[in-house]
């Protein structure tokens, strides 16, 4: 069973920037690829972005490229998703994801999930 649990959530203002953490108990953690998705309330949960086993390859959702960056630090068995000029609509609960694949894209199916950690942006 592999655990993911978020942090980093929290209240911000509109403009300012989070960095999310997620981070796995499982040994092999190198052997997933992992996405972010957020869900707002009301909404159905969408893809945020993706990054592939070794970190080579990354997806973006088009309403966060050139805002949001994810990253991972598989000797941390963690992956960052750093969110800058950050906008009211960011506000959602954000979670990750995992998959053993090399690859995770945006229409990729996911074997694990976390809880999710709350991301609120004031106007």
């Known amino acids: 069973q592999v655990q993911l649990v978020e942090s980093g959530g929290g209240l911000v203002q509109a403009g300012g920037s989070l960095r999310l953490a997620c981070t796995s108990s499982v040994r092999t953690f190198s052997s997933y690829s992992m996405g972010w998705f957020r869900q707002a309330p009301g909404n159905e949960r969408e893809f945020v972005a993706s990054i592939s086993r070794n970190g080579g390859r990354t997806y973006y959702a088009d309403s966060v490229k050139g805002r949001f960056s994810i990253s991972r630090d598989n000797a941390q068995n963690t992956v960052y998703l750093q969110m800058n000029s950050l906008k009211p609509e960011d506000t959602a609960l954000y979670s990750c994801?995992?998959?053993?694949?090399?690859?995770?894209?945006?229409?990729?199916?996911?074997?694990?999930w976390g809880q999710g950690t709350q991301v609120t942006v004031s106007s």
């Open positions: 994801a995992g998959r053993a694949d090399r690859w995770a894209t945006p229409t990729s199916n996911y074997n694990y």
